[in-house]
T-cell receptor
């Protein structure tokens, strides 16, 4: 089992460019999550998908969109990147309510 | 709004010392408290504490949950340089979301 995988590992964008961060899990988990981690801020939830076909906003959803493509895959899209979106992005998944979340290796994004 | 506060924010100790990391929380309809260790990359799961499991132990690491006083502690005994990491506390409430604290940066010097 690969667990939770993310692509790309690192990306540099110019302000205004768009990109999609990909996340996939092979643990047959129902729920998936996108977080961003900034120095001194801990992990903040962007969006989550409690089950296939549903998505909900987290704490910091502005400037992002998500797609739960199927049970395995959950993508995060930046339509028009801004320097404030420079961060490390983590995807996580779990079986569902009250279950431990397992994290991917992260994507480091730099927006110039 | 759910809230998790960790203390201290950073800590430097020598190998062999015992450390205690703190996590206090305010959350609607508490269901679980989780501890994660984060080294270079992704957070890795350590413990989950719930109403039915308020004390956990694994080797030199142990954790307790005080639901009345709304806090948890993570103890690490006989620290090693490999324990150097950020330790994250997260709390689950009435929905699927976890609320994370800012973390404690632990540095263990040889």
């Amino acid at each position: 089992n690969a667990g939770v995988t993310q692509t790309p590992k690192f990306q540099v964008l110019k302000t205004g460019q768009s990109m999609t961060l990909q996340c996939a899990q092979d643990m047959n988990h129902n729920s998936m999550y996108w977080y961003r981690q900034d120095p001194g801020m801990g992990l903040r939830l962007i969006y989550y998908s409690a089950s296939e076909g549903t998505t909900d906003k987290g704490e910091v959803p502005n400037g992002y969109n998500v797609s739960r493509l199927n049970k395995r895959e959950f993508s995060l899209r930046l339509e028009s990147a801004a320097p404030s979106q420079t961060s490390v992005y983590f995807c996580a998944s779990n079986r569902g309510y009250q279950e431990t979340q397992y994290f991917g290796p992260g994507t480091r994004l730099l927006v110039l | 709004e759910d809230k998790v506060v960790q203390s201290p924010l950073s800590l430097v100790v020598h190998e062999g010392d015992t450390v205690t990391l703190n996590c206090s929380y305010e959350v609607t309809n508490f269901r679980s408290l989780l501890w994660y260790k984060q080294e270079k990359k992704a957070p890795t799961f350590l413990f989950m504490l719930t109403s039915s499991g308020i004390e956990k132990k694994s080797g030199r690491l142990s954790s307790i949950l005080d639901k009345k006083e709304l806090f948890s502690i993570l103890n690490i005994t006989a620290t090693q340089t490999g324990d150097s990491a950020i330790y994250l506390c997260a709390v689950g409430g009435s929905n699927y979301k976890l609320t994370f604290g800012k973390g404690t940066l632990l540095t263990v010097n040889p």
